[in-house]
């Protein structure tokens, strides 16, 4: 047995969700080789990054699936090339990580091999059958679920576990292959990316301190005082689901189970009372600092500090002390 | 003139505490309220925006009990012109059977002279999380698929749909008929006005029941994460807790210098 990981690449090496997912995949096999694969056009040195990156944690090979066909984003071909790998590899286990992406194609994947998927694992029994804990009631509740077919494909949440180099590096074999595509696998596929506004969610998930606003922050205008705390500390504004809801930010400042989810070093959050949809998109934060009225809201009570009174007079007090410290 | 099919799935509202059945198969559902998910209630005023747009029709589906019926109505007040329930006991029911339940509905509408160019779901549902219907059921049906979709339109032969891709906005162009699984975040949901909810009150809903046997979900049990004991520290209370709240910040050294 193996286990087949998709590896996604970013702008400097394999993204850091997907070497969750091969930390993942290494508890999962014992002994079993992990074989990693990656889809469509990498540029040097972003490919030999990788290579080294995916060494250090421990991979046998990483598949490279090439073909022109593969230059723009289609989850179906994607799926194909996962497909033909993981019978090449014989894999019993499939997996991704839990972003948009790798549950789409894990989706294929699954309805392609005809076998069930388990989405955002964060833990699994390989032996055998494979069952496997993963979020559900968005984050709220976990679910124990079994898998029985031949493959299991699971895509594992993000934050689920740390990314952790193996114990014993390896000198990955290199393995490239033309998967074969049917032409419906790349019907749906991105025919053009606009341009992105700038600083938008990637700042959000990428922020070591992330100030965070609910209802508390009163109306679109009470945004002054946590936007200067966001500037202060070099972090990033996120915002719940009312917030956007009442179209006081825009929705990709969200954090929550229909947002962003978020693991900075310091989450603080103000005026946010805490509910399961705003919690399953911050609980990886290190640290949370709550500031609320309530001192029975769950924000409060799950924080690691917190307190408590009105934001619009706490949040200006701490920017004159930081200013003041500067 | 596009004739859209969205998909609704009834689930509890957790927005509050929330407890377990004792069999620990589901949510003890017996004091909460239900909804759709954020997704379907964009996915709803999509569909309805496409009808209006093409002079087609929007009708809503969803599989479950007849509890279910109340949701659809919901979808009726805002701009849905039909609706179908599948009736059937959602516990036993995995993706793969929601998929093929709806693939049969599409089915027997279609020999019927009744086709959908679009058939729309939310991303995940709220509760399950399995992030599969929508792409099984395009498989079941043979039709291109795209998830993860903030906004659909249809242009000539071509859905156009929208989404936040890794590297920007991403537009994909699927020829009809094709299935999208929308995401929140692109449309604001409208309200709906008395003489819609009066219209929908009234609407017949086509009734089908779950046929053949279902896979399953795989469901073992559920678990409600361990509720740790509160070990929140009180800094203060108002302004006067900043500096202790500074303190704590350069403690934990993600100061900016």
């Known amino acids: 047995m193996s286990v087949l990981v998709l590896v996604e690449p970013e702008a400097d090496g394999a993204a850091l969700t997907s070497l969750e997912a091969v930390t993942f995949a290494r508890g999962l096999a014992d002994d079993a080789p992990i074989h990693a694969v990656v889809v469509g056009p990498v540029a040097e040195p972003v490919w030999s990054a990788m290579v080294e990156q995916l060494g250090a944690y421990g991979v046998a090979s990483v598949r490279h699936a090439e073909d022109d066909r593969l230059s723009a984003y289609a989850a179906a071909a994607w799926a194909a090339a996962l497909v033909e790998s993981a019978s090449a590899v014989s894999a019993r286990v499939v997996l991704a990580s839990g972003t948009p992406r790798g549950n789409e194609i894990l989706a294929h994947v699954a309805a392609r091999l005809d076998v069930a998927m388990a989405a955002n694992a964060v833990a699994a029994d390989s032996a055998a059958p494979l069952v496997v804990s993963r979020q559900v009631v968005g984050g709220a509740a976990l679910e124990e679920m079994r898998l029985d077919d031949s493959v299991g494909v699971v895509s594992v949440a993000g934050h689920a576990c740390e990314p952790v180099p193996a114990a014993s590096p390896s000198a990955p074999e290199v393995v490239s292959y033309a998967p074969t595509l049917g032409e419906t696998d790349l019907v749906a596929r991105v025919a053009r990316t606009e341009e992105a506004a700038p600083d938008e969610s990637a700042a959000l998930t990428s922020a070591r301190v992330v100030v965070g606003a609910g209802r508390g922050a009163g109306s679109p205008d009470g945004f002054k005082d946590l936007l200067s705390l966001t500037e202060l500390l070099g972090g990033a504004l996120g915002v719940s689901r009312v917030v956007t809801s009442l179209g006081w930010r825009p929705h990709h400042e969200q954090v929550g189970q229909t947002g962003s989810r978020i693991a900075p070093d310091l989450y603080i959050a103000c005026g946010i009372s805490g509910a399961i949809q705003h919690w399953a998109g911050c609980q990886s934060a290190k640290t949370i600092i709550a500031i609320n009225t309530d001192e029975d809201a769950p924000m409060v009570t799950r924080a690691d500090y917190a307190v408590i009174g009105d934001l619009h007079e706490i949040v200006p007090a701490i920017n004159d002390e930081l200013r003041r410290r500067r | ?257």
């Open chain 2, 1 to 257: 003139m596009a004739n859209v099919l969205v998909c609704v799935k009834r689930v509890p509202d957790v927005s509050g505490e929330f407890g377990l059945t004792d069999d620990e198969q589901s949510v003890d559902a017996r004091h909460l309220g239900f909804t759709v998910s954020p997704h379907e209630e964009c996915a709803v005023e999509l569909a309805t925006q496409i009808a209006g747009a093409t002079g087609g029709e929007a009708t809503v589906l969803s599989v479950g009990s007849d509890d279910s019926i109340e949701q659809l109505r919901d979808a009726l007040a805002v701009g849905c012109a039909k609706a179908v329930l599948v009736e059937a006991e959602l516990a036993t029911l995995g993706p793969v059977d929601v998929a093929r339940a709806i693939a049969d509905v599409v089915r027997a509408h279609e020999a019927g002279g009744v086709s959908y160019d679009v058939i729309l779901l939310g991303n995940d549902a709220a509760d399950t999380g399995d992030f599969q219907v929508p792409v099984r059921l395009a498989y079941a049906l043979e039709r291109p698929v795209v998830t993860g979709i903030s906004t659909v339109a249809v242009e000539g032969d071509l859905a156009v749909a929208r989404g936040d891709g890794p590297d920007g906005p991403e537009v994909f162009e699927l020829p009809m008929p094709a299935v999208v699984a929308v995401m929140e975040g692109g449309v604001t949901p409208r309200y709906p006005t008395i003489p819609g909810r009066m219209k929908a009150k009234k609407a017949a809903i086509e009734t089908v029941p779950f046929a053949g046997e279902p896979v399953g979900s795989g469901r073992v049990r559920l678990k409600l994460p361990e509720v740790e004991a509160s070990t929140v520290r009180i800094l203060g209370t108002g302004p006067d807790a900043a500096p202790a709240v500074v303190d704590v910040i350069e403690e934990l050294g993600v100061v900016r210098r």
